[in-house]
């Protein structure tokens, strides 16, 4: 807030405060605090006329309350502008708080499992903290990869023994911890539209998929020259980059004509985030294992 | 019938206030003894009993009624209640509040003289004060007097009595949500959490308020049900009532007198029932709305007739009907309709109750996406079953799908809940594209418990696949 935004509101929310409390003066009757007066307001309806009454006494003193309390909370909280209250309290602070307290809390918890190898958390007597990666797995996990780890459209599925990166624990550790970024370049413009066809044409018939011969012989020209320093010379793909086997029957984004053809056309740009701002050391290791246990019964 | 007496609160001319606030008088309830105070002592002993020893009744190694309220979980006795069967507490309500209409009906405000926790807790606490100070004269007198030593005694003893009682009435019922064994360790170790020490302390301030201080002024001032009982009532509806035709004209006179020449009344004028009134009232002038018909006038007047060496009754259970000399009617369509409403619910709820399957299964389709295609060419659908084992015992569950022919289930059918556990367990159905017919099929899980096949739930969901290519 710059330096009149900060007046503007103190001057206001002070002036509402003490306007108030110079009504709650003004309307109280000054005559030895009388209770009831005979004094009408002067109005009549129907017969009916009220009485000038003062604020009842519990009733002013409730008001003043609220006041005093008002202004020791502007003290001690912020809620002048720019000026932070004696307390130093910050909703952030606050956060910050209760995170550090249930870190405590929950540490030991954590911990008691975490320091166990993701081998060494498969074995049924470690049920219970391979259950805990599961349900964080359900909370930052599952909205992309699904409840059950099978993935999506663009998303991998981490419950089959096929990957891009490699399953050792390690490996899925590094993917949470680091992300990734699977970066497939966009080859439309090198190949043009006729040789994204052929090569498409190619790609198919790696995986055994039909498609038209010719085509096909025309894009393993195109697809040795481009493909194969990430997709190796044979398309089993290559763990370090991440780059997807193209024999096999997985495909990530979809394995029609159409679709493969866009993947070579204008390429593709999956991110796994990484997390470990997001989660701590010991909530990675628990997930690293649960991940693990689905395509290792 | 004479017209009982009103507070004229009308305005008296222009320009004068009114004051409408009643200032409360100290009611000094007389000691008495009666058969209503009896049937009250004995209801009310049956109901303390029942309030202090339920909480350490065990079943099955547990603490028989507690409510588990951080684990959402109530146990009483064999069963265990999940917040999913609040239907069932909001049931339970309403039948409780039909009994209340029944009973009101019928015997008039019954719950307030014997049932009402209120009444009882302030019976037990006009039991302390006249075990310390006395009767009502001697109460009266002490409080009149200076403060001297042995008032300061009395007052003492009186207070200390009405906090052992009202935190003993707190332990009690914190021990319904928290474990009472060890509650009461940590009382006695002074170790208690600062929730438990909270909850005491707030239910013994306000047992001790309430039935120490505010009494009376509870039912007249705040009940709700001394509001409304009265739309309840009609002719026929018990009563607690003074016999205005046998009474008058009220005296005093002399015992054996021929007082009826005298044109006196049975009503000898002696203020007893006004004396042992909980609420101060005089029955005389008729039903009032502070009456919580505890029968205590009842007791005391029929005390002073028989001394007197008339006949009883002369404030009696009765009713209007009665009282007019007509006979009473006893089946009237109000109290027959509340009795077949609350048989019907009765039975309705013991049914449920009786055939309630402690397990609870929901199906969650997977976000996200309608379906995948699994890399052997199935089409697979994730679901997310939530388990909920509401049995004291853990369970083997299978889980077995119908609705589709062809259609796999692709992880382990037999699943282990614990008692008491909530699981999460993802499973993956699978269908051959071939098979597809449909875009969308409805399917039928059944969860099973392997050892008991009539803990069994089945729920309808959805399997959908790919329009099929033609």
Redesign the interface.
């Known amino acids: 807030m710059s330096a009149f935004w900060s007046a503007w509101v103190t001057v206001i929310t002070l002036a509402v405060i003490l306007g108030c409390t110079w009504l709650l003066l003004q309307t109280r009757k000054s005559e030895n605090f009388k209770e009831?007066t005979?004094q009408?307001l002067g109005h009549e309806f129907d017969g009916i006329?009220e009485?000038d009454n003062p604020l009842p006494k519990w009733w002013f003193q409730m008001f003043m309350a609220t006041v005093i309390f008002g202004l020791i909370y502007l003290v001690l909280y912020p809620g002048l502008g720019n000026f932070k209250g004696l307390l130093g309290w910050t909703s952030t602070g606050q956060w910050e708080e209760e995170m550090a307290h249930a870190e405590e809390v929950y540490k030991p918890v954590f911990g008691k499992y975490a320091a166990l190898s993701v081998e060494e958390l498969q074995k049924p007597e470690n049920a219970a903290g391979l259950k805990m990666g599961?349900?964080m797995f359900?909370n930052n996990c599952?909205?992309?990869h699904?409840?059950?780890?099978?993935?999506?459209?663009g998303f991998p599925?981490l419950?089959?023994s096929?990957w891009l990166y490699g399953g050792a624990p390690e490996t899925i550790k590094q993917t949470i911890v680091n992300g990734r970024q699977g970066a497939m370049p966009a080859w439309g413009a090198v190949l043009g539209e006729e040789g994204v066809r052929d090569v498409t044409s190619y790609v198919l018939t790696l995986s055994g998929l039909e498609s038209d011969a010719e085509a096909a012989a025309r894009g393993k020209t195109q697809f040795q020259a481009l493909c194969t320093a990430c997709h190796g010379v044979d398309g089993k793909g290559m763990q370090a980059l991440g780059a997807p086997n193209l024999t096999?029957?997985?495909w990530l984004y979809g394995n029609s004509f159409e679709k493969v053809a866009h993947t070579i056309r204008a390429g593709r740009n999956g991110v796994m985030p990484a997390h470990k701002d997001l989660l701590s050391d010991d909530k990675i290791q628990l997930i690293t294992a649960y991940v693990y246990s689905l395509s290792n019964k | 019938m004479n017209q009982i007496p009103v507070k004229d609160v009308t305005p008296k001319g222009k320009g004068e206030a009114v004051n409408l606030y009643a200032e409360r008088e100290h009611i000094y309830v007389k000691f008495y003894k009666g058969f209503f105070k009896n049937f009250r002592i004995i209801s009310g002993a049956i109901m303390l009993i029942m309030f202090y020893t339920f909480s350490w009744l065990q079943w099955d190694g547990r603490q028989a009624v507690l409510f588990d309220l951080p684990n959402r979980q109530f146990h009483v006795f064999g069963m265990t209640f999940w917040p999913q069967d609040f239907m069932l507490l909001s049931w339970l309500l309403i039948i409780l509040a039909f009994t209340l209409f029944f009973v009101t009906v019928f015997a008039g405000r019954l719950w307030c003289g014997y049932a009402c926790p209120q009444f009882v807790w302030t019976w037990l606490f006009i039991w302390a004060e006249r075990f310390a100070e006395g009767d009502r004269n001697q109460r009266m007198r002490l409080d009149k007097s200076a403060w001297s030593m042995t008032k300061l005694r009395k007052k003492a003893v009186k207070h200390a009595l009405w906090l052992f009682i009202a935190i003993t009435s707190a332990i009690a019922f914190v021990g319904y949500f928290s474990p009472i064994r060890e509650l009461v360790a940590d009382v006695a170790a002074f170790s208690l959490g600062p929730w438990e020490m909270w909850w005491i302390g707030f239910i013994a301030v306000a047992t001790y308020a309430n039935a120490g201080w505010l009494r009376e002024q509870v039912c007249i001032y705040m009940c709700p049900y001394a509001r409304f009982q009265s739309v309840m009532f009609d002719q026929d509806t018990l009563i607690i009532s003074y016999d205005e035709a046998r009474g008058e004209n009220r005296g005093k006179r002399k015992k054996g007198a021929d007082y009826k020449a005298e044109g006196l009344g049975d009503c000898i004028d002696c203020d007893n029932c006004v004396h042992v009134c909980p609420v101060g009232i005089d029955i005389r002038d008729g039903l009032q709305y502070e009456c919580v018909a505890c029968g205590a006038c009842v007791d005391a007047c029929d005390d002073i007739m028989e001394r007197m060496g008339y006949e009883k009754g002369l404030v009696r259970y009765t009713t209007e009907h009665q009282l007019e000399g007509h006979t009473t009617k006893l089946l009237r369509p109000r109290l027959i309709g509340y009795f077949i409403v609350l048989t019907a619910m009765f039975v309705a709820f013991s049914y449920t109750l009786y055939n309630r399957v402690p397990l609870e299964v929901d199906i969650l389709r997977d976000r996200g996406q309608l379906y995948n295609e699994a890399s052997n060419g199935m089409i697979e659908n994730v679901y997310k079953l939530k388990i909920a084992n509401k049995e004291q015992q853990d369970h083997q569950y299978r889980i077995s799908i119908s609705g589709l022919d062809g259609l796999k289930l692709i992880d382990d059918p037999v699943v282990t809940v614990k008692a008491g556990e909530l699981l999460d367990y993802p499973i993956r159905l699978q269908l051959s594209r071939d098979r597809l017919e449909r875009p969308n099929y409805d399917i039928q899980l059944t969860v099973e418990a392997l050892d008991n096949s009539s803990i069994s739930i089945t729920e309808a969901n959805r399997f959908i696949g790919p329009a099929p290519r033609r």
């Open positions: 009831e005979d009408t006329a009485y599961q349900r359900a599952s909205l992309c699904g409840t059950a780890g099978t993935g999506a459209f599925n419950a089959d096929d096999d029957d997985v």
